[in-house]
Structure formats: structure tokens, C-alpha cells
DNA sequence: CCTGAAACCTGTCTGC
DNA sequence: TGCAGACAGGTTTCAG
């Protein structure tokens, strides 16, 4: 399900309902969702903690505990987190319920097993693997340019290199790629300064546009997100560009499907 | 260095 | 109706 505005979405929803709230049980309902501590140590360093922060960084849920420790989930393919009321009983395909101090409880849902829980006193384990924040001021078209021009990867499968940067996926990329006219097959280092400024300014619209409407929503995984309705390419395959008017068309690149038109979208030279 | 395949999982949809 | 196969928003690991 997530990319960054689906974990965004999930993560301003949740803050309210955690922020300053005890974790006063902990049922692992599957072992294996667990990274890092075993489960036995993870339910002993969890239980009685209070929540300090809720926030996201990639596409992690990140979450400070008031002992500065901190409980990091990834969602990765079908992944949910949700808050469920007083006398709530496990559902088909939850992993790990939280008991909080207000009766409510956390409930990380996972139909395929993909997500996983990381309970770590050292967050550097995992935030010192990820690439910069797409939103951050820091982050320029230039940084982007300069790091295209450092390697000769095609651009799809660098764009979802969280190391390159964070918090892109399958849809958001074919989308920022689309609307920057760029091919997922073009090698990084033939790209120009002035399409890397485009790509730079299209990777931050559509992540944008993604937040403001609460994410996608698609199939039977994730529910409230609108972004499915302004798809330009994912998942149109046949219906016309609405630059040129061109069918979308689908290909493979990088084991993922990748959407793009044909005739706004060429490999550079 | 870079690409592609396979693995981890369950569920849905399509076509024969 | 049944069933095989493809496919699904992610990431890691390994072979070439």
C-alpha cells in the first residue's frame, strides 16, 4: 500500500490518538513481523512506556517512546496501522495490538507479512540507510542533479532507492516521471540540468498532490485516500495522455510495471 | 558498477 | 464451476 503520502496520511492520523498515551499491554500476534528485539525482550522494554512522538521518515511510522527508545514500523506492501476501540477483538491478518492507556489499541493489520517492527534504542540503524526527504529544504534540484550525474542507473529503479531518496514508490515515481517527460529507462547521467530541475519540481508535486488527497487508495488495501482519481499514467494502460492524447502504455522495468506515454516520455541519448 | 531474478506472503482477478 | 497463472503500492539478497 504505502508510499510517502499513504505513510503520512496514516501518520498525522495517528498522532493524536498515541501522543502521550501509555503502552500498557503488547500481544506480537506473529513473531516474524518482529525485526529487532526478540519478542520476549520486545514485549518487556514496550510495556509501560509512554508515547513522546508520532511522525514518519521515509517511509517508516516513527515512533518515540518517553525512555529514548523508539518503535519504527514499515508497512511495506499491504501494511495498516489503525486505532480500534475499548474491548476490541484481533481481526483476520493482525500482527502486533498495543493496549494504550485510554482503552483504545493500536492494531498493525498485515495481510501479506511484508511489514515489519523495529524496537530500537539506536534509530540511527535505520535512518542513517535513507536518502534525503523529498520536502526538505535542503534537498535542491541541484542535490538531485548532482547525484543523477554521479552514477548510470535508469531512473526508475534509482528514484525507488530509498538511499537516493526517501520515500518514493512504484506509483509516485511513474507519476513524477510522467509529468517531469522524462523515460524510466533514461541513464541517470544523461540527464540535463534543466530536466533534473523538472523532475525535481515534478517528484515534489505529486507527492504533494498525494498528501492533499490523503493518499491512493486501490483494491482492497488502504481506505480513504483519493489520489487514485488523478492518476496521469499508473494504471491507465490505453486510456489517452492528457498531455498529447497518446494510449499509456505498460512495460516492465525492474521487475515492477511502469506506466508512461510513449510519445512525452523518451529515452534520452 | 549495474541489472535481473528470486524470495518473502496472501488475496484478487482473468482467461481457458 | 474450477483452476492455473498473473498481478499487487516494498525491500533484500544473490548471480552474472
Redesign the pocket.
Known sequence: ???L??VETISRNLRPHLTGRRVESVQLLWD?ALETPSPAHFVEQLTGQVIRTVSRR???IWIQLENSWHLFV?????GDLLIQPPGYQPK??DRLLLGLSDGHWLAFND????G?IWLTDAPQTILG?LGPEPFDPAYTADVLYQGLR?????LK??L????FV????????DEALHLAGLHP?T???AVSAERATALHQAIRTVLETGIKNN????????RG?S??NHFRV??QTGKPCQTCGTPIQ?M??????THICPHCQKVEP
Not at 516492465?252 to 510495471?257: A, D, E, I, T, Y
Open positions: 500500500m504505502p508510499e503520502p499513504e516474524r521515509a517511509k517508516y514499515h508497512l511495506r506492501m499491504s483476520r491478518h495481510t501479506r507479512k511484508f515489519r540507510k554521479e552514477t548510470n542507473r535508469q529503479p534509482l525507488l532507492d530509498q538511499s526517501a520515500g518514493l514508490g512504484n506509483i509516485y515515481t529507462l541513464i541517470s547521467s493518499g491512493a487508495s486501490i483494491d482492497w488495501v488502504y485516500g489520489f487514485q499508473y494504471a505498460r516492465v522495468v525492474g521487475q515492477r510495471s
